[in-house]
């Protein structure tokens, strides 16, 4: 049953709330995309856990029946001209095969085309690099070898599949707004990081991304 427009509202402030905290890893994600895609255009051998995750994996493809549901709900009949054309090389690859079964068809080289109502994986998962900058600095505890979920580091569930519509019922008002807590307690946790700090453990970061590609 596709969401309804009051739960697709409630999952847009807190994607927003995700969005603001991600982008603190904004260039480290650009880094980490355009070596991989240098390596794509290269035919170096590597495996898709070591590429960009927007790159090797297709969470529009995954929940495309939610994803069209939740888009037309919001953005109405003609969301899809955001993704890109069939055939159409915003990835400048040319016709080079991508490990895993990306890539994704909202990625270019300037980032994601879909702004809002995205599926929650996109807003939730953190890379094993990012984990890395996280567990260096003490933010965060638990394995880096593998990408994991936000929710994850609270032992909590998410509202956002309920909210989207992938998960049946409806939405506790007191685990949304627990979540949101959560989501700012650890955005103000960053911040209170020193840039030189940050900035250290990105660079750190950039450097294992390197040693993965070759």
């Not at 949304?176 to 970061?205: G, H, M, S, Y």
Request: contains cysteine; proline residues 7%; glycine residues 6%.
């Amino acid at each position: 049953m596709p969401a309804s427009r009051q739960n697709l509202l409630a999952f847009q402030k807190l994607e927003r709330d995700l969005i603001r905290l991600f982008r603190r890893f904004t260039p480290l994600c650009g880094f980490c995309f355009n070596e991989s895609a240098k390596a794509v255009r290269e035919n170096r051998r590597v495996a898709a856990e070591d590429l960009c995750c927007c790159l090797a994996d297709n969470q529009v493809q995954d929940h495309w029946c939610w994803l069209e549901a939740a888009q037309k709900t919001m953005n109405g009949p003609k969301w899809q001209d955001k993704l890109t054309p069939k055939g159409f090389d915003f990835l400048d690859l040319g016709k080079k095969k991508v490990a895993g079964h990306g890539p994704c068809p909202a990625l270019t080289v300037k980032g994601c085309t879909l702004r809002d109502f995205r599926p929650p994986t996109c807003s939730t998962q953190l890379c094993a690099y990012q984990l890395q900058v996280l567990n260096e600095l003490g933010l965060v505890q638990g394995p880096t070898n593998v990408p994991r979920q936000i929710e994850d580091f609270w032992n909590t569930a998410s509202p956002l599949n309920q909210l989207y519509g992938i998960k049946p019922g409806e939405p506790d008002r007191a685990a949304i707004a627990k979540f949101k807590t959560l989501i700012n307690d650890l955005e103000k946790k960053i911040l209170a990081v020193p840039p030189d700090k940050w900035q250290a453990a990105v660079d750190r970061a950039e450097a294992a991304i390197q040693k993965k590609l070759g």
